[in-house]
């Protein structure tokens, strides 16, 4: 019951983060994206590249 009881404490805990906390969260999330822009996108279409191949050989 206790793991039950810190869960349920856990959920209604108000004391989080605030609203400057998440803008700054997200700016730093967002700057990351531009720089990493052109090698994320090559990561992305390598996967994409990867799943269309493994999809044709199960057809």
């Known amino acids: 019951m206790k793991l039950k009881q810190w869960i349920y404490d856990f ?12 803008i700054l969260i997200l700016v730093v999330l967002i700057g990351i994206v531009l720089i990493f822009k052109d090698q994320l996108k090559t990561l992305v279409g390598n996967i994409f ?3 269309n191949s493994k999809t ?3 057809y």
């Open 11 to 22: 959920w209604n805990d108000e004391s989080g983060i605030g609203v400057v906390e998440m």
């Open 49 to 51: 590249k990867e799943i």
């Open 56 to 58: 044709k050989s199960v």
